[in-house]
């Protein structure tokens, strides 16, 4: 699926003419086959109708549509329908963590991640589309603000964070089984942790060096160049290699076959040719 490639204005999708309106169900209903568009121009003409109700069954359906058919009508039309929605409810959740944040920008996220996942969407209900987009809407500007945040994290009212299950409530039983999961969980850790520095050892001094230097110490693939003196591919090879070792090794370990990985040679040691071109292929191989 493609990128819609634009964005209409918010509106409230003209709704109040239904003239209008019955113009741009038409374009859809020829972009997406089967498209019964007739109904919903009776509730448009609804008089009986909020507004908002207008909006909640027109845009489920129309939701329904692009996630069909993926129709840029729709969506188009769509977004015009309930874009101003939206960006208020934008806007209130960043006025709410007090973010300066444009709202438009945000919106524009959040119609993005409709576009992306159509498929998650259950219109069962007439009110599905503002239901699932108000989750949308949270996550999306959470998400934005983390991506903004020095350290990684946006504080979040008491009232966001989930309700803790149980809470207050003594189960003896699920006490013991939290306890021997996670006592097995640490036996698992220091398993892994164990493997992984027994291969890591059997590394070469560089393979070695260069994991040390990006994966503990923190470098950047370009300091790490710089610090072994060898070109920044060169160092990219070489950490993807001796990860794939490490892993490869792991994984066989868990398989119960013996690991492929062998000690690093000292280069001090004279080596025979037959065992240096064995050794490259081995390399190659990996």
């Keep these: 699926m493609s990128s819609p490639g634009f964005l209409p204005t918010a509106g409230v999708g ?26 919903l121009m009776a509730i448009v003409r609804d008089a009986e109708r909020t507004l908002e109700s207008k909006r909640d069954v027109l845009a489920t359906r129309l939701m329904e549509v692009y996630r069909d058919s993926h129709s840029r009508a729709a969506f188009g039309l769509l977004y015009e329908l309930a874009g101003h929605h939206l960006l208020q ?47 949308i809407v949270r996550n999306t500007v959470l998400k934005y603000l983390r991506s903004f945040s020095r350290s990684g994290r946006a504080e979040v009212p008491i009232d966001d964070l989930p309700e803790p299950s149980g809470a207050g409530s003594e189960e003896p039983l699920r006490d013991a089984i939290v306890s021997e999961s996670q006592t097995q969980c640490g036996r698992l850790y220091l398993t892994y942790l164990h493997l992984y520095l027994r291969f890591y050892r059997m590394l070469s001094g560089r393979e070695q060096r260069a994991i040390h230097l990006v994966e503990v110490q923190g470098f950047s693939y370009r300091q790490a160049a710089r610090e072994l003196g060898i070109k920044l591919e060169n160092l ?51």
């Design 14 to 39: 003209g709704i109040a003419n239904p003239e209008g309106f019955a113009e741009r169900l038409a374009e859809v209903a020829r972009e997406a086959q089967g498209f019964e568009w007739l109904p």
């Design 89 to 135: 409810q934008v806007a209130s959740r960043l006025r709410r963590y007090s973010s300066k944040a444009d709202a438009h920008d945000v919106l524009q996220e959040v119609f993005f991640n409709i576009f992306r996942y159509p498929h998650r969407f259950n219109g069962e209900r007439d009110d599905a589309f503002r239901v699932w987009t108000s989750t």
């Design 236 to 286: 990219k090879m070489v950490i993807f290699r001796a990860r794939r070792k490490i892993h490869r090794s792991m994984r066989r370990v868990f398989e119960g076959l013996p690991p492929d990985l062998r000690p690093a040679r000292d280069p001090n040691e004279e080596n025979s040719v037959e065992d240096v071109v064995a050794a490259s292929a081995k390399d190659g191989e990996l």
